[in-house]
C-alpha cells in the first residue's frame, strides 16, 4: 500500500515514471524472486493460505495437527500452522539431548564454527539490506501483526543492521577470554565465555523478526543449539527468515523449530530439559516458567514503563509528537510503550495535552497507524476505562472509543488510542494503585500531574511498580534526570529533552533491570549475559622448584 501510494503520486507529476514505478512494485511482490521464500505475501488468503512447518534435527516437517490463524484485519483464515501437540514432542527433546553441556562449539572446540557464523551473517545482512528482502519482510510483518509501513520496515532494519554489526570476525570476539598472572612460573588463570549447550527461545507477537533474530543469533554465536518457539499468530515471519538464514549457510541441524500451544512447549522444556531458556513475554508466564525451570531462565518480560516530564517546559510540539509515538505507534503493542505520562504542572499550563489528543486523532485504521490489538479484546479495554473513571478525580482526555467501521474480529481489540486522567494521590491508595498501574497491552495510557514538592511521590509511585523494562526522564536540567536516574531502576531509561520509552535499536542494550533473570538484547554486553557463562582455565604446568620435597601433611 505504501509503495503503491508512492507511485500514485508519481503518476500526478509524471505518467513516464508510474510504469517503472509500478513494475519495479510487481517485481518486488513477486516470490520467485526471492529463492528462500514459499510464500507470496500478496496471495495470502482464504483461498491461497500459506503453511507453516516445523524444524527439527535438520528436516522441515509437517504434523497430523493444523491450526488455521484468522486474518487480523478481515477475519479470513489465511495461515495454515502445523502445530505440534505433546505426542509429537520426542523428536525435538531428542534432538536437544545431542547436544553436549559444551555446546556446539567453544575456544576449544570447533573454533572455525565462530567464522562460519561470520561468514553466515555477513551473507544475512547482505540479503535484509536488499530492497525486496526488505519489502517482503515488511509486509510479512504487516499481514500477521498490522502495524504501519514504517514501523515493520523499522524492525526489518533494525534486525539488519544487527546483523552487520556481527559480520566477519566479530563473532570470535564475543569469545574474547582474559589471562590473570599467576602465584609463581607456569600458573597462570584463564576466563572464557562458555555455551550453554541445549537452550529454548520463546518470543511474542508483537515483533515477529526482531527480537527472535537477535537473540536466535546470539545463542548461535556463543555455540548453543537452540530450540526456537516464536507465537503461532506470527511465526510465518521467523519461518521464513530461517529459510532465508539456510539460503546464506546456516546448518539445518543447528537450530530446531517449534510451533505449538503453550502447554506442549511446558512439556517440551520439562523433558528436553534445555541448560537456560530465554522468556520474552508476559510476567505471569515468566514467573511460573521460573518455577518449573528451577531458575534455568533469562526473562525480558513486561513493562509498565513510565515517562517523567520535568519543570522544563520546551519544544513542546517536539515531546508532544514523541509521547504520541512512544504510546500509540504499533497500536502500544510494545513492552517498552509508555503506559504512564507524569507531568510536572508546567506542563500542565502548556498544549501538550491538548497536542496530544490531536495527534491521537491523526491516526487511523487505513494506514495501520491504529490497529488491532492481538492479546487484549475491545470489551477488556473499555472495561478497564470504566473501573478507573470511577476513582476520584479522574477523566478521560480522548480515545475511549471502539474503532468503526472495520472488519477486525471480536477475538481482537480495537479502539481509538486512549488516555485517562488520574491524580498522582489517588493513584497511589492502596486501592487503586494496582488497577491503575495494570498493564493494557494496547492504545492506552495514564496520565497525571505533580508538583515541584510532590517527585517524592512520583518516585514513589514508580519505586511499586514490579517491571522495569524502560523508562524516560525529559529534562535538560541536569540536576533533575540525576535525581530521578538516582532513585530508580529500568533497564533503559532515556534522559534528557528528547527522551522516549520506545526504542529498540541495535546500537544500544535493551532490557530490564533489578531483576537477577533479567535478559538483555542486541549488544555484546547482552548476548555474553544471556548466552554464554563463565569458566575458568587455570593453567599449572611448572616447572618444579629447585630441590622440592614433600610437606609434611596440613
Not at 519495479?24 to 510464500?39: D, E, G, I, N
Not at 566477519?168 to 589471562?179: E, K, P, Y
Not at 533489578?514 to 554464554?532: M, Q
Amino acid at each position: 500500500m505504501y509503495r503503491l501510494r508512492v507511485c500514485t503520486k508519481l503518476a500526478a507529476k509524471d505518467p513516464r515514471k508510474t510504469l517503472n514505478c509500478l513494475s519495479s512494485l510487481q517485481s518486488l511482490r513477486s516470490k520467485h524472486s526471492l529463492p528462500f521464500a514459499t510464500v507470496d505475501v500478496d496471495s495470502l488468503s482464504g483461498s491461497q493460505p500459506a503453511e507453516v512447518q516445523n524444524l527439527v534435527q535438520g528436516n522441515w516437517t509437517k504434523s497430523s495437527k493444523w491450526n488455521t490463524l484468522v486474518d487480523p484485519l478481515n477475519g479470513e483464515p489465511f495461515i495454515k500452522v502445523s502445530e505440534i501437540d505433546e505426542g509429537g514432542i520426542q523428536p525435538f527433546v531428542d534432538s536437544l539431548s545431542k547436544c553436549p553441556k559444551h555446546g556446539l562449539h567453544n575456544p576449544f572446540k570447533a573454533p572455525e564454527r565462530y567464522l562460519l557464523y561470520g561468514d553466515i551473517t555477513t551473507k544475512a545482512a547482505h540479503m535484509l539490506s536488499l530492497p525486496e528482502v526488505s519489502d517482503f519482510f515488511t509486509r510479512l510483518i504487516q499481514r500477521v501483526a498490522p502495524k504501519s509501513y514504517q514501523q515493520a520496515h523499522g524492525e526489518v532494519y533494525v534486525t539488519q543492521k544487527f546483523l552487520e554489526n556481527f559480520c566477519g570476525d566479530q563473532v570470535r570476539f564475543l569469545a574474547r577470554s582474559f589471562a590473570v598472572p599467576g602465584n609463581h612460573l607456569g600458573q597462570q588463570s584463564h576466563g572464557f565465555r562458555w555455551p550453554y549447550g541445549p537452550v529454548a527461545i520463546i518470543t511474542p507477537f508483537n515483533f515477529p523478526l526482531e527480537i527472535p533474530v537477535l537473540q536466535l543469533m546470539g545463542a548461535l554465536y556463543m555455540g548453543n543449539k537452540p530450540v526456537l518457539k516464536v507465537d503461532s499468530k506470527v511465526c510465518i515471519v521467523m519461518e521464513q527468515m530461517l529459510r532465508l538464514l539456510h539460503e546464506c549457510g546456516l546448518p539445518m541441524e543447528d537450530v530446531d523449530f517449534i510451533n505449538s500451544d503453550g502447554s506442549t512447549m511446558n512439556k517440551l522444556l520439562l523433558e528436553g530439559k534445555p541448560r537456560m531458556t530465554l522468556f520474552t513475554g508476559s510476567s505471569r508466564v515468566a514467573d511460573l516458567l521460573a518455577v518449573d525451570l528451577k531458575g534455568r531462565i533469562k526473562l525480558e518480560d513486561a513493562g509498565f514503563d513510565w515517562k517523567i516530564l520535568g519543570p522544563d517546559v520546551q519544544e513542546v510540539d517536539y515531546v508532544a509528537w514523541v509521547c504520541d509515538q512512544d504510546a500509540y505507534a504499533c497500536s502500544g503493542q510494545k513492552c517498552s510503550a509508555q503506559s504512564m505520562l507524569f507531568m510536572h504542572e508546567n506542563w500542565s499550563q502548556s498544549s501538550l495535552v491538548k497536542q496530544l489528543g490531536n495527534l491521537a486523532a491523526r491516526r487511523k485504521l487505513e494506514d495501520l497507524t491504529i490497529g488491532p490489538v492481538l492479546t487484549v479484546t475491545t470489551e477488556r479495554m473499555l472495561e478497564h476505562l470504566r473501573k478507573l473513571l470511577k476513582i476520584p478525580g479522574s477523566k478521560l482526555l480522548f480515545g475511549g472509543e471502539a474503532l468503526a467501521n472495520h472488519k477486525i474480529p471480536s477475538v481482537y481489540g480495537a479502539i481509538k488510542p486512549t488516555a485517562v486522567f488520574v491524580p498522582l494521590d489517588e493513584i497511589l491508595k492502596d486501592g487503586n494503585y494496582e488497577l491503575v498501574t495494570t498493564e493494557i497491552f494496547g492504545p492506552f495510557q495514564i496520565v497525571t500531574e505533580y508538583k515541584d514538592n510532590q517527585l517524592a511521590m512520583v518516585l514513589d509511585a514508580v519505586e511499586r511498580m514490579h517491571a522495569h523494562l524502560t523508562a524516560a526522564v525529559v529534562s535538560n536540567d541536569v540536576l533533575f534526570p540525576q535525581e530521578v536516574i538516582g532513585s530508580t531502576v529500568n533497564g533503559t531509561t532515556y534522559a534528557g529533552l528528547r527522551a522516549r520509552t520506545t526504542g529498540a535499536p541495535q546500537n544500544h542494550w535493551f532490557g530490564p533491570a533489578g531483576d537477577p533473570r533479567g535478559a538483555g538484547i542486541g549488544t555484546p554486553e547482552a548476548i555474553k549475559l544471556v548466552w554464554s557463562c563463565h569458566r575458568e582455565v587455570i593453567y599449572d604446568i611448572g616447572p618444579m622448584p629447585t630441590n622440592w620435597k614433600l610437606p609434611a601433611s596440613t
